[in-house]
């Protein structure tokens, strides 16, 4: 499961940040170096999707019907696998996804 994110989207967030840190009571007016100069914003919906479900949709938006096989899944280490996260912080702080 990924939480697919819209080019469009990503490029918002990065003006709305940029635009944020010129704003004196913004989100990053109270970033310390103690608490860290940076902070991170999740821009998804919060909501995860399978590779199946982008395809299925695709298939819907385009018209297309597109060929694909099902195999087994990959290995890797589940504890390096992130979570769909939080996507309100981005919300709150004027993210449009």
Not at 11 to 33: M, V, Y
Not at 42 to 63: C, E, F, H, P, T
Not at 67 to 88: F, H, K, P, T
Request: proline residues 1%.
């Amino acid at each position: 499961m990924r939480d697919y994110l819209h080019i469009m989207d990503l490029a918002n967030g990065h003006i709305l940040a940029l635009d944020a840190i010129d704003k004196p009571d913004g989100i990053f007016s109270k970033c310390t170096e103690k608490d860290g100069l940076y902070r991170a914003f999740n821009l998804g919906r919060g909501k995860g999707l399978s590779v199946l479900d982008m395809i299925n949709a695709m298939a819907k938006a385009s018209g297309f019907k597109y060929e694909y096989e099902i195999v087994g899944r990959r290995c890797v280490l589940r504890s390096g696998l992130c979570n769909v996260a939080d996507g309100q912080k981005g919300r709150r702080a004027g993210s449009h996804c």
